[in-house]
C-alpha cells in the first residue's frame, strides 16, 4: 500500500536513538535481579503452612504475575502483528496513520511508567521454597518486558519509517531470541515451583515470540 510519506527519510530520521543508561539491557538486568532478591528477602519468614495453603498463595502469585504483564504481552504481540503488516504493505492509508500511536502505546505498556509493570516487579512471594522460585520468575518476566519486548517494540517504531534500517532489523532479531530466553528461563522457574510444591500451578502467560520476522 502507498506510504503518505511525501519525501525521502532523513537520516535524522532513521538513525536509531541511544537508549538512555536506565534502559539499556547491561543496566536493567542486575537492576531488576536486585529489586526482586530484595522482595524475595523481605517475605522469606519461616512459614509453618499447609500445602494447601502454599498451592493457594502461590496460585495467587501467578494469577498476579499474569495479570499484570497481560497488557505488555498483548502490546509486543500487536507490534509484531504490525511489523509484519508494514513489512507486507498491507495497511490502508489510513490505517498506516494510525501506526505510530498504536505503537507508541505498545511501547508505553512495557516500560515501567506503566501501573502494571510496577504492579508486577513489586510482586510480594511466599517464603517457601517454591515461593522463591517465583521470586526468581517474576525477575525474569519484568525482565523480559522492560528489556526485551520493550526494544523489540522500539525497533518498530524505527522500522515504521524506514523497512531497510539495518541496524534496527539486526536489534529486533537480537531482541527475538532474548524474548524466547527469558520465556524459556521463567518457564524453567515455574517448573521448578510445580515440584517444589507438588502441584500444577497456572500456566506463564506469555506471547510467543516468532522464530523470525519478515525482512530480518
Not at 513489512?87 to 489510513?94: K, M
Request: aromatic share 4%.
Amino acid at each position: 500500500m502507498t506510504s503518505t510519506r511525501t519525501g525521502p527519510v532523513t537520516a535524522a530520521e532513521t538513525a536509531v536513538p541511544k537508549k538512555p543508561f536506565y534502559k539499556r539491557r547491561a543496566f536493567l538486568v542486575p537492576s531488576v535481579l536486585t529489586l526482586v532478591l530484595a522482595v524475595v528477602v523481605l517475605t522469606d519468614l519461616p512459614q509453618d503452612s499447609s500445602r494447601s495453603a502454599q498451592i493457594s498463595n502461590d496460585t495467587s502469585v501467578m494469577s498476579e504475575v499474569n495479570g499484570d504483564i497481560g497488557p505488555c504481552s498483548y502490546a509486543l504481540g500487536e507490534s509484531f502483528n504490525i511489523y509484519r503488516d508494514l513489512y507486507a504493505r498491507s495497511l490502508t492509508e489510513a490505517e498506516q496513520r494510525q501506526v505510530p500511536g498504536l505503537l507508541t502505546d505498545d511501547q508505553a505498556a512495557c516500560s515501567f511508567t506503566d501501573d502494571s509493570i510496577y504492579q508486577l516487579s513489586t510482586i510480594t512471594v511466599p517464603g517457601s521454597g517454591s515461593g522463591r522460585d517465583l521470586g526468581q520468575l517474576v525477575g525474569t518476566v519484568t525482565l523480559w518486558a522492560t528489556a526485551d519486548a520493550l526494544s523489540a517494540i522500539e525497533q518498530v517504531q524505527v522500522l515504521d519509517s524506514d523497512l531497510s534500517n539495518r541496524h534496527a532489523l539486526k536489534v529486533l532479531a537480537s531482541d527475538e531470541k532474548l524474548l524466547r530466553s527469558d520465556r524459556a528461563q521463567a518457564e524453567a522457574e515455574l517448573a521448578a515451583a510445580d515440584k517444589s510444591v507438588q502441584a500444577r500451578l497456572p500456566a506463564l502467560d506469555l506471547v510467543q515470540a516468532p522464530a523470525s520476522l519478515p525482512g530480518g
